[in-house]
């Protein structure tokens, strides 16, 4: 079934540690997206990319890089996880079919320690 | 760049009345409107969607009207039930682009 992935669910890691979250998505978008968001809370865009080799920063100031490689992959990295970055991260994509197809991935929430 | 507001942040409701959440837009360029229903511990949810063309979509018990001239879009949820308990956004679109959330609405239906 074409959706949107993203692992892992839950991470708990230490402060300091360099993590990668990743999402993937098989619904043939060419647009992918990363929102910071806490529960129940606002959705801040931190980075999004309309294409391969593309990518741009949201307007949440994020410590986090991302980059597009593959059309389907576009995969969060923290180089240094800080009690700060403690949230939930959303993964969405979106394309060129009659509604946009925006569909968001099932998050993974991170708490840093 | 596109600035969508969102009222009221939270609302209560008893169970069988309605429900009306209301978004305002800043860019005429824009003309896609959808609305995502996130229940607790869950993505968010696509539930209606209206174009710049159109004043008024319905799907059984949820409305969306626009007025393309005051910049403002509107969800209506008519005898709601525990169930419509989420957070609610309402977002803004030039043609797929860019997608500009709302802060959302947290709707609570008292039973």
């Known amino acids: 079934e074409a959706d949107i992935y993203q692992t892992p669910r839950y991470l708990v890691i230490g402060t300091g540690k360099k993590i990668t979250l990743e999402c993937s998505q098989t619904?043939?978008?060419?647009?992918m997206y990363w929102y910071q968001q806490d529960p129940g809370m606002e959705l801040h865009l931190i980075h999004y990319?309309?294409?391969?080799?593309?990518?741009e920063k949201g307007d949440l100031s994020s410590e986090s890089t991302v980059s597009r490689i593959r059309t389907e992959h576009f995969p969060l990295t923290l180089e240094s996880a800080r009690p700060s970055h403690t949230s939930q991260y959303l993964c969405?994509?979106?394309?060129?079919?009659?509604?946009?197809?925006?569909?968001f991935g099932s998050g993974t929430r991170l708490t840093v320690v | 760049g596109e600035n969508v507001e969102q009222h009221p942040s939270t609302l209560s409701v008893q169970e069988g009345d309605s429900a009306v959440i209301k978004c305002t837009y800043s860019?005429?360029?824009?003309?896609?409107f959808p609305w995502y229903k996130q229940e607790l511990g869950k993505r968010p949810q696509l539930i209606i969607d209206i174009r710049s063309n159109v004043g008024e979509k319905k799907d059984q018990r949820i409305a969306v009207t626009l007025n393309k001239t005051a910049k403002h879009f509107s969800l209506h949820i008519t005898e709601t039930q525990p169930e419509d308990s989420a957070v609610y956004f309402c977002?803004?679109?030039?043609?797929?682009?860019?997608?500009?959330f709302g802060t959302g609405t947290s709707l609570t239906v008292i039973p």
């Open positions: 619904m043939g978008h060419d647009k």
């Open positions: 990319s309309y294409g391969v080799n593309s990518t």
């Open positions: 969405a994509s979106s394309g060129i079919t009659k509604d946009y197809g925006y569909t």
């Open positions: 977002a803004a679109s030039n043609t797929g682009n860019q997608f500009y």
């Open positions: 860019d005429s360029a824009s003309n896609y």
